[in-house]
């Protein structure tokens, strides 16, 4: 694939996708493990930047040292934060099933 081509920095964008989480999403994806261990074995480095906006970090839905294992990272430099914005908010609320369709239309005027 890479020819005679040097790579300076490889950026991963979506990369909770790596795991088994994301192989369903972009199943590309689930070559990059393999890959970079091969280069590395061929004595090939360089720099990998994995970027995701969703992936839990820690817990029993880790998707963060999931991704870490599945590349085969060695202590990779870890930025951790959160994302909250106040023009996003979630409601939930119980309703009566013949309540539903009141809704969708207020819904629909709302977004048109």
Known sequence: ???????????IDEAHTVTSWGRDFR???????DFLKSVKKN?????????TATAVY??????VNDTIAELD???PILHLGNVKRKNIRFDISCRQKNEY????????????
């Open 1 to 11: 694939m890479l020819g005679e081509r040097k790579i300076g920095l490889l950026v």
């Open 27 to 33: 199943s590309d994806y689930w070559f990059l493990g």
């Open 43 to 51: 004595g090939y480095a360089f720099p990998v930047l994995c970027l």
């Open 58 to 63: 820690t817990g029993v839905d880790d998707v």
């Open 73 to 75: 990272l060695n202590n």
């Open 101 to 112: 369709g009141e809704k969708l239309e207020t819904i629909k005027k709302y977004c048109s």
